[in-house]
């Protein structure tokens, strides 16, 4: 310590935190959280307090905290080198590219790493814009994909949505959001029909030649909502009538979250693979590894040189091989369809009885919690805020989101390695903490 430290006030975290970075980096928790050590599916916070962790780092930590085979692989690799760049061979990387394509369902896949999934969504763009020699792009409303520029100007979601400025044309399209709007009250045949529909009267008004329409098959941020199975394959065949790309968002949903499918569009898989996938997140299991995988005619489009500095370095390579071999090995795209199950089950009985519950939907380990004022349609962000503070006391951490700028869903989204028993403490605590909003919102007094 210096003398200078000595003579500093001492001040809490949280208020430097506020001091020194921006106003908009959004903080969880009244009295928000230093995460300083983690385990399995549970996390430490500095005054040693254990939480359960539903969240994830937002879904990030795809496996489990500090799993060992991770670990080894990281700490091995940064004791023999941490970076060379993309300018040399880099065999982790390649290694990890190799098995990425050869899982991704691209045919003749090509992979180019990036460090976040924002980089990775505005390379996406970068190809299709190109490829197509135009800057028109469809989005689904609700959307969220990223924070840069280019990802903003894609992102429907209007509270991430800071500036409408945008090197793009961008065109929202229905369909991500299945229970509010215009469409639904319809049955999921006609819901496909009618966002059909809408979709080929845009694309008769575009005046151009649409680049791409990108989609996340589960909307994260916009609060676990999707489309009905199929709806993306009917807009993939109007789409390739007129030459347009598809470019799949799996930034949350890949790598088997959902349990039912490794990736989010195979369930839509009567379209057969997307031209343009985009990934990030859960891969490096906490390292930071984004990227991009498109087939070779569109991924060699680029008529200059790009490299990436950071782009696949070795040590987050070393994480994303790791993790990927202890992921198919366990089988966890299995273990999130079953205990995703059961923990849906569960907190759908739980939500039966509470007025503040609008939906419990999701897939796998991907589970949203709508939460309004009791008996209406209207979202309640407070409850949200309420449940995350109190599952919070009782040792649980979730996420939230959701849509028109208001976070009024739970997001349940645990580590894929999440045991029978901790789904049960998990939900019994959730249980609790809705429990409570639900007398505060008045739910059980309505009834
Ligand atoms: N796409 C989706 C679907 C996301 O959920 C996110 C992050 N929440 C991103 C892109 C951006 O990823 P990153 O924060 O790594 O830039």
Known sequence: MTAQDHARPQTSLHARHRAVLPDWLALYYDDPIEITHGEGRHVWDGDGNCYL???GGILTTMTAHALPEVTKAVSEQAQRILHTSSLYLDRPMVELAERIAAVSGIPDARVFFTTSGTEANDTALLLATTHRRSNQILALRNSYH????????????RSWSPTS?????????????????PYAALDDDAFIAACTEDLADMLGQTGGEVAALIAEPVQGVGGFTSPPDGLLAAYRELLREHGVLWISDEVQTGWGRTGDHFWGWQAHDQAGP??????????GNGMSIGGVVARAEVMNCLRANSISTFGGSPVTMAAGNANLNYLLEHDLQGNARRVGGLL???LRA???????????????????????HPHTDTPAPQAA??????AREHGLLLGKGGGHATSSVLRVAPPLTLTVAEAEEGAAILERA??????????????
Do not use: C, W
Request: cysteine-free; charged content about 25%.
């Open 146 to 157: 990223g924070r840069s520029f280019s990802a903003i100007g894609i992102t429907g979601n």
């Open 53 to 55: 962790d539903f969240f």
């Open 344 to 346: 849906l089950e569960r």
């Open 274 to 283: 997307p031209d343009i996938l985009t990934f990030a997140k859960g891969i």
């Open 434 to 447: 809705l429990r409570t909003a639900d007398t505060e919102l008045g739910g059980r007094s309505e009834r």
């Open 350 to 372: 739980v939500a039966a009885g509470l007025g503040i519950v609008r939906e419990v939907r999701g897939r796998g380990l991907m589970i949203g919690v709508e939460l309004v």
């Open 385 to 390: 805020a309420l449940v995350l503070e109190v």
């Open 165 to 181: 400025l945008s090197p793009l044309q961008t065109l929202y399209v229905h369909g991500g959001v299945r229970t509010r709007g």
